[in-house]
């Protein structure tokens, strides 16, 4: 899952994910919800997480209550049986140590909490280090 990441230059989260997945083995089922390719929405990404997806790499922006176009209440309505992973590149998802000293927790909180589990990763994006 990968959004648009800058307009100048025009940087599209898809084009480092589609590195990624030449690096998963030839059995594994994959799909790609991108912003680039108009595939990507936060209802798509909703219903792959109900649908119960097992493992989800995300490149694009977030904050300490927005992920991949969900927000705690988006989370806290999901009604998957099934558990997975989700590895995001996106900013502050994962601030259990909540950055903004908010009496809320962050969505990554909600993510691991919830009855529907998620495991959450969360890197920096490397281009943001060299945005000046």
Known sequence: MAKNLNNNPLTW???????????????????????RDGTYSSESVWHSINRGVNVMNHMGHANETYLMGQSNGTINQLTNTEYGFLYSQGCYPAAFDQRTSDA?????????????RFCLHRQYPLWLVYAG
């Open 13 to 35: 989260g898809g084009d480092y994910k589609d590195e990624v997945h030449q690096y998963l083995p030839g059995t594994y089922e994959y799909s790609t919800q991108y912003q």
């Open 104 to 116: 809320g927790e962050c969505i990554g909180e909600h993510l691991v909490m919830a009855p529907e």
